[in-house]
């Protein structure tokens, strides 16, 4: 029997990080060990199903680098592929049921069911439905119906024990006593989510059923229900729970976890797919954890999915994305970066003037970002030099009690009086320039020259900072970008009127 799997979400919010790494999983598996993939959409839930949500999802999932075979955006043998579609289908079925006596009509209310629950708690004894329909004769159930009661479609649950095989947890066995009679059909016709998946998974020809272990509890019923129509069961893999860093179930109280988070923050999609495999799941001992994805096709291996639970840590994935970001092609990194810096009213046009100089920036702040929006908040201090307010900051103060220090901001805008020199094709000989002028060599030389340009004591690599200002200055920003002269005066200036530098010195 070939491998056919399915990713099956519930359109009811945004794809979140537990529900990703369930579709990476399935897409892993159909990779590597080969067969095909289906998309699902489990709508059954009329309230909370919107169709915007199965296009985010499916948006997000097409960005992971994720492919499918079939599905409601493709189509395919075994369709419709989503719940909604397929009403007609799951009534036949449970017909069929129905008839051979392997389902039953159940007429109690709500208000009934309410109170043998309450009961039932008293009397410790668990039993979802009292069965108390089961005794109904076929003719007291026509009755029931032609006077209008509303009723469900249960299944008739066999006693004894419910047996199944899962790739993580091993052979699983339940007693058909925990899961009453489910319901199968509610009384609006809508089918439930255990008696829905069945049916799919069972026309799908679905071989594996890999989902997360919150749906460990539904398959017994999921089995019972496989039973009744006659049909052999898949192979089910319950992948653990994603934890948070507390070590509580993942949830939006310990921040953002959807992928549309990590994309705006301009998380690459290859670090996401690399991290997401690892909660769960671990390549071999002398095996490195970034790993490209076919890299993660060739080393997964479902034998090793691990069924203790996986704690989400923002900083490991950051820390992968720091990696890729190093790797990628630097003119997607470019895209990017414009795009954030356009959202600040840092860029307008960008053109391809403005790109290359974006490229400067983006190598000069790249290694200390953790995702690319950060471009913005690194690349603000580009614009906002204001020499007053930099030689009061403690930092700069110390810098420039370094001795030598006033000498050698004083030397440099000696240096950079000669207008005529270029100063980002001169740079290096123009700081030779300030050593051998100043007597001043490392830190004492270039801690001076960062804090007089920069205005702060610490940042990315001076020359890549000089071609910055002085090519910035040049372009036409929505916000001018003072270059290296223009700076140094004004710094000079805050030095001298607060006296910094003696009057004297030159
Ligand atoms: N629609 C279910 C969910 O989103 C999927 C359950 C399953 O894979 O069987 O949790």
């Known amino acids: 029997m070939p491998n056919r799997l399915r990713f099956a979400p519930s359109p009811t919010g945004d794809l979140h990080v537990g529900n990703a790494r369930t579709a990476v999983f399935n897409w892993l598996f159909v990779k590597k060990y080969g067969g095909s993939l289906l998309i699902r959409i489990e709508d059954t839930d009329r309230v909370r199903s919107e169709s915007r949500f199965e296009d985010l999802i499916c948006r997000d999932l097409k960005w992971l680098g994720l492919d499918w075979h079939e599905g409601p955006d493709r189509g395919g043998p075994f369709g419709p592929y989503r719940q909604s579609s397929r009403t007609a289908i799951y009534a036949r079925r449970a017909e069929s049921l129905l008839e051979t006596g392997s389902a039953y009509r159940c007429f109690c209310s709500e208000e009934e069911l309410g109170r043998q629950a309450l009961e039932t708690r008293r009397s410790g004894v668990a039993r979802e439905c009292p069965r108390s329909c089961r005794k109904f004769s076929a003719r007291e159930v026509a009755q029931r119906l032609k006077d209008s009661h509303p009723a469900v479609i249960r299944l008739r649950v066999r006693s004894g024990k419910v047996v199944f095989q899962d790739l993580v947890h091993g052979e699983m066995t339940f007693d058909s006593a925990v899961v009453g009679d489910p319901i199968l059909v509610r009384s609006n016709g809508i089918p439930t989510y255990n008696y829905a998946a069945v049916v799919d ?73 690399n991290y997401l495999t690892l909660l769960g799941w671990a390549p071999g001992e002398d095996q490195s954890e970034i790993l490209s994805p076919e890299e993660l096709v060739a080393s997964f291996d479902i034998e090793r999915v691990s069924k203790s639970s996986a704690v989400f840590d923002s900083q490991k994935l950051y820390f992968f994305n720091r990696h890729y970001l190093k790797e990628c092609d630097p003119s997607r990194a470019v895209d990017w970066a414009s795009a954030y810096l356009r959202r600040e009213g840092l860029l307008d046009k960008v053109d ?155």
């Open 352 to 506: 391809s003037g403005v790109r290359q100089w974006v490229g400067l920036v983006v190598e000069a702040f790249l290694p200390g970002m953790d995702h690319l929006s950060q471009i913005s908040q690194k690349a603000h201090q580009l614009w906002s030099f204001e020499a007053e307010k930099a030689v009061q900051d403690e930092g700069v103060r110390r810098v420039l009690s370094l001795p030598g220090a006033a000498r050698v901001v004083d030397e440099l805008r000696n240096q950079l009086s000669h207008e005529e020199r270029d100063v980002v094709r001169e740079w290096s000989s123009i700081v030779q320039s300030v050593k051998s002028a100043s007597g001043q060599k490392g830190r004492r030389l270039f801690h001076p020259i960062r804090v007089a340009l920069t205005g702060k004591d610490s940042g990315p690599e001076l020359d890549k900072l000089v071609s910055i200002f002085e090519g910035g200055s040049q372009l036409e920003l929505p916000h001018r970008i003072k270059d290296c002269r223009a700076r140094l005066n004004e710094f000079h200036g805050a030095m001298l009127s607060r006296g910094l530098i003696p009057s004297c010195s030159r």
């Open 201 to 273: 998974d069972g026309l799908m020809k679905i071989s594996h059923v890999l989902r997360g272990d919150d749906h460990l509890s539904n398959t017994p019923r999921q089995v019972l229900i496989y039973e009744a129509l006659g049909w052999p069961l898949p192979v089910f893999a319950h992948l653990s729970t994603i934890l948070g860093p507390d070590r509580t179930r993942l949830s939006k109280r310990h921040g953002a976890t959807s992928l549309q988070h990590f994309r705006d923050q301009g998380v690459l999609p290859e670090a996401l797919l």
